[in-house]
């Protein structure tokens, strides 16, 4: 039996869960349930960051000891989780005393090999980041994550040698080509450490200025620097370094982080354990943010999605499908209600849903509720659908082991509409009313015993889901040790015939679109809009009026600049000469279709009268048209080169 160890970042508590660490987790639930029914024994690591500046802060605004503020919000992350079905097998809190215990071991281990020093030092301190930041780091004076200007700081601390072990880290990386997933964070973190000589870590802050940390075990006037304690919790929790737990998962650890703690994770927590004598973890996987119209969720912004009342809304499994199908991992991902219902009507409900219960209940039409014994003399539809079956779990299975969620379930779906389209072409009411019971036997069998696989392969994301249909193909309680996937997708079989099954099934009910409230229009409009309505024709619901056509003012015009945005994947930042004094700016979501190098010089279509609106930080004052196509995008433009700003009528 091989192992397998998955961990989550452990979440301040400086603020409830939102979508993004409900993203994380149901992440790293769905690939410890996928490992568990690939037969791995799989350990899962999540939990509470606790200490530090921010967490002080916070509590102090909130009227509390550090202590009660801690207890409170780690409580509303541990109460949440099995709401989103969660299976963890630990949940650790870096208050803990066995987390405080390896700190303070790793400590002492790391100062006594000399690669801890005490130094003064100057520098300008961000209280947001919990760090020491450069110049280089600045704009306009200010730390950009947190738009303020640091503090200047002089203090004595102590500092890790993480200079020392610069080149070991580089070579590793380079020897390991998915150390860190998916490559495009390899190369970020390449390309960090060409930037220079690292700095060595400041790991530890006065007493004097922040109390709330754990101690250093060689000078009791310091408490440990925040990160430097956070990374830790993922050995704690396995009991390095003597542990058995930890001689078993620690070679298969799999870190599950977004892009905003790449940098600790790529390059801290890799030389903290080399300086602790300690093998590197297997893999880094970095995901992407989710973003709601593009922008980056804030409290400020009133634009952050509560996981709970998502699941209250549409179930915890629609939600954990829809997460999990819709961002490419590792890409930024926009979350919108109208997609989530989108996704459970059309995949869930149409597909899944449909087809579940069009299966059970022709069983329970044509043979009472019982799996007919098939006699197995195939027709080529039926070769058909199972090598689409085995072709879709081996997908299914490849994919999902490298963490590429949304080309796993994509390649199973084509299964699940496979049989969608079986179940039409091989017309199971006209073999009954033939009475070719063989035949109508046999077709109904390939359905059920697929229906079976379906439901084990869709486990991993939709818990429940998955029992139920389990159950009611007649499997009794689901027991994941009891599965081993990769002896399932080239099997025929494996449902026995005879076995009662249940009448019928629906598993996920059509959900309506939620119904933007049309605003009032003011009372004088509103005379004037009924006048002329009483002379126009009235409008066909979901049609325009002409002249409102003739508003859209479009206009072709030449890419003279292209760039990527700073910070948003899908964003390109395009300049387009419209024959104006300035070129305008485009800020276009175009980035995953084209690079800056492909815009550039190319004629394009602009929406010119669009109200500017921002987005992500830059005014985009247009819209460049476009149009999908085989899963890309084309461009529109006119046949022939023509002269900018041209209008477009
Ligand atoms: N405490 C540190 C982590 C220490 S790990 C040793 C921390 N905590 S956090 O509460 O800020 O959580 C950051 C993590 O939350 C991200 O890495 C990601 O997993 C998740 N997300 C927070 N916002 C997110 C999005 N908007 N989108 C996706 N995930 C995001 O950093």
Same mark, same amino acid.
């Given at each position: 039996?091989?192992?397998?160890?998955?961990?989550?970042?452990?979440?301040?508590?400086?603020?409830?869960?939102?979508?993004?660490?409900?993203?994380?987790?149901?992440?790293?639930?769905?690939?410890?349930?996928?490992?568990?029914?690939? @037969?791995?024994?799989?350990?899962?690591?999540?939990?509470?960051?606790?200490?530090?500046?921010?967490?002080?802060?916070?509590?102090?605004?909130?009227?509390?000891?550090?202590?009660?503020?801690?207890?409170?919000?780690?409580?509303?992350?541990?109460?949440?989780?099995?709401?989103?079905?969660?299976?963890?097998?630990?949940?650790?809190?870096?208050?803990?005393?066995?987390?405080?215990?390896?700190?303070?071991?790793?400590?002492?281990?790391?100062?006594?090999?000399?690669?801890?020093?005490?130094?003064?030092?100057?520098?300008?301190?961000?209280?947001?980041?919990?760090?020491?930041?450069?110049?280089?780091?600045?704009?306009?004076?200010?730390?950009?994550?947190?738009?303020?200007?640091?503090?200047?700081?002089?203090?004595?601390?102590?500092?890790?040698?993480?200079?020392?072990?610069?080149?070991?880290?580089?070579?590793?990386?380079?020897?390991?080509?998915?150390?860190?997933?998916?490559?495009?964070?390899?190369?970020?973190?390449?390309?960090?450490?060409?930037?220079?000589?690292?700095?060595?870590?400041?790991?530890?802050?006065?007493?004097?200025?922040?109390?709330?940390?754990?101690?250093?075990?060689?000078?009791?006037?310091?408490?440990?620097?925040?990160?430097?304690?956070?990374?830790?919790?993922?050995?704690?929790?396995?009991?390095?370094?003597?542990?058995?737990?930890?001689?078993?998962?620690?070679?298969?650890?799999?870190?599950?982080?977004?892009?905003?703690?790449?940098?600790?994770?790529?390059?801290?927590?890799?030389?903290?354990?080399?300086?602790?004598?300690?093998?590197?973890?297997?893999?880094?996987?970095?995901?992407?943010?989710?973003?709601?119209?593009?922008?980056?969720?804030?409290?400020?912004?009133?634009?952050?999605?509560?996981?709970?009342?998502?699941?209250?809304?549409?179930?915890?499994?629609?939600?954990?499908?829809?997460?999990?199908?819709?961002?490419?991992?590792?890409?930024?991902?926009?979350?919108?209600?109208?997609?989530?219902? @989108?996704?459970?009507?059309?995949?869930?409900?149409?597909?899944?849903?449909?087809?579940?219960?069009?299966?059970?209940?022709?069983?329970?039409?044509?043979?009472?509720?019982?799996?007919?014994?098939?006699?197995?003399?195939?027709?080529?539809?039926?070769?058909?659908?199972?090598?689409?079956?085995?072709?879709?779990?081996?997908?299914?299975?490849?994919?999902?082991?490298?963490?590429?969620?949304?080309?796993?379930?994509?390649?199973?779906?084509?299964?699940?509409?496979?049989?969608?389209?079986?179940?039409?072409?091989?017309?199971?009411?006209?073999?009954?009313?033939?009475?070719?019971?063989?035949?109508?036997?046999?077709?109904?069998?390939?359905?059920?015993?697929?229906?079976?696989?379906?439901?084990?392969?869709?486990?991993?994301?939709?818990?429940?889901?998955?029992?139920?249909?389990?159950?009611?193909?007649?499997? @009794?309680?689901?027991?994941?040790?009891?599965?081993?996937?990769?002896?399932?997708?080239?099997?025929?079989?494996?449902?026995?015939?005879?076995?009662?099954?249940?009448?019928?099934?629906?598993?996920?009910?059509?959900?309506?679109?939620?119904?933007?409230?049309?605003?009032?229009?003011?009372?004088?409009?509103?005379?004037?809009?009924?006048?002329?309505?009483?002379?126009?024709?009235?409008?066909?619901?979901?049609?325009?009026?002409?002249?409102?056509?003739?508003?859209?003012?479009?206009?072709?015009?030449?890419?003279?600049?292209?760039?990527?945005?700073?910070?948003?994947?899908?964003?390109?930042?395009?300049?387009?000469?419209?024959?104006?004094?300035?070129?305008?700016?485009?800020?276009?979501?175009?980035?995953?279709?084209?690079?800056?190098?492909?815009?550039?010089?190319?004629?394009?279509?602009?929406?010119?009268?669009?109200?500017?609106?921002?987005?992500?930080?830059?005014?985009?004052?247009?819209?460049?048209?476009?149009?999908?196509?085989?899963?890309?995008?084309?461009?529109?433009?006119?046949?022939?080169?023509?002269?900018?700003?041209?209008?477009?009528?």
């Amino acid at each position: 039996m091989s192992q397998f160890y998955i961990t989550t970042p452990i979440y301040y508590v400086n603020a409830k869960p939102h979508l993004g660490h409900a993203y994380s987790t149901i992440v790293a639930d769905s690939v410890a349930r996928f490992h568990r029914v690939m @037969g791995d024994e799989t350990y899962f690591l999540t939990g509470t960051d606790e200490h530090g500046d921010k967490i002080a802060q916070a509590a102090e605004a909130a009227g509390q000891t550090p202590k009660e503020f801690v207890d409170q919000i780690s409580g509303i992350f541990q109460k949440l989780w099995p709401k989103l079905n969660i299976s963890n097998s630990d949940f650790i809190r870096t208050t803990q005393d066995r987390h405080i215990k390896t700190v303070q071991r790793v400590l002492q281990q790391v100062y006594d090999n000399g690669d801890i020093y005490k130094s003064e030092y100057e520098g300008l301190y961000c209280y947001g980041c919990e760090q020491f930041l450069t110049e280089k780091d600045l704009v306009d004076g200010k730390c950009p994550d947190h738009d303020k200007a640091p503090t200047v700081i002089k203090e004595t601390n102590y500092f890790f040698r993480m200079s020392k072990y610069q080149d070991w880290l580089k070579q590793y990386i380079l020897d390991h080509p998915d150390f860190i997933r998916p490559e495009r964070y390899r190369n970020e973190v390449l390309s960090m450490l060409d930037m220079g000589v690292l700095d060595d870590l400041c790991i530890s802050r006065p007493k004097t200025r922040l109390s709330w940390g754990i101690e250093l075990p060689f000078d009791t006037d310091y408490v440990t620097y925040v990160w430097f304690d956070a990374l830790l919790n993922y050995l704690t929790a396995i009991d390095a370094p003597e542990g058995e737990k930890f001689g078993k998962f620690w070679p298969h650890a799999n870190h599950l982080v977004a892009k905003d703690i790449l940098k600790p994770h790529a390059i801290f927590w890799p030389t903290m354990l080399k300086a602790a004598g300690l093998e590197p973890y297997e893999h880094l996987n970095v995901h992407g943010y989710w973003l709601v119209k593009d922008t980056k969720m804030s409290k400020s912004i009133g634009n952050v999605v509560d996981p709970l009342s998502m699941v209250d809304t549409y179930g915890v499994d629609p939600f954990r499908y829809f997460l999990m199908r819709e961002m490419r991992f590792g890409r930024d991902a926009s979350f919108s209600e109208d997609a989530l219902v @989108g996704r459970l009507n059309a995949d869930l409900a149409n597909d899944l849903g449909n087809l579940f219960s069009r299966v059970l209940s022709m069983t329970q039409k044509y043979f009472g509720g019982v799996v007919p014994d098939p006699s197995r003399k195939h027709q080529a539809e039926d070769l058909e659908i199972l090598s689409l079956a085995t072709r879709s779990f081996t997908t299914f299975q490849e994919h999902f082991g490298k963490f590429e969620f949304g080309e796993a379930l994509e390649g199973l779906w084509e299964l699940v509409r496979g049989l969608n389209k079986y179940v039409d072409s091989t017309q199971p009411w006209a073999l009954a009313k033939a009475e070719d019971t063989e035949r109508l036997g046999n077709v109904m069998y390939v359905m059920l015993m697929l229906m079976r696989k379906v439901a084990l392969h869709v486990w991993p994301v939709m818990p429940d889901t998955a029992e139920k249909m389990l159950l009611q193909l007649g499997q @009794g309680e689901f027991a994941p040790e009891s599965v081993n996937l990769t002896d399932e997708a080239d099997s025929f079989g494996r449902l026995e015939p005879g076995l009662q099954l249940a009448k019928a099934s629906n598993l996920f009910p059509r959900v309506e679109k939620k119904k933007e409230e049309p605003k009032a229009a003011p009372k004088k409009e509103k005379k004037k809009e009924s006048k002329k309505a009483a002379k126009a024709q009235p409008a066909e619901p979901g049609t325009i009026e002409f002249a409102d056509f003739q508003k859209v003012d479009m206009r072709v015009g030449t890419v003279v600049s292209c760039e990527r945005h700073p910070d948003a994947d899908r964003l390109l930042l395009v300049k387009v000469d419209l024959g104006e004094e300035e070129p305008r700016q485009v800020v276009a979501g175009l980035a995953e279709f084209f690079t800056p190098d492909e815009l550039m010089g190319r004629q394009v279509v602009v929406v010119a009268n669009l109200a500017p609106r921002k987005l992500r930080g830059y005014t985009s004052q247009g819209m460049i048209l476009a149009v999908r196509k085989d899963g890309g995008m084309e461009l529109l433009t006119a046949s022939g080169p023509v002269k900018g700003g041209s209008k477009v009528s």
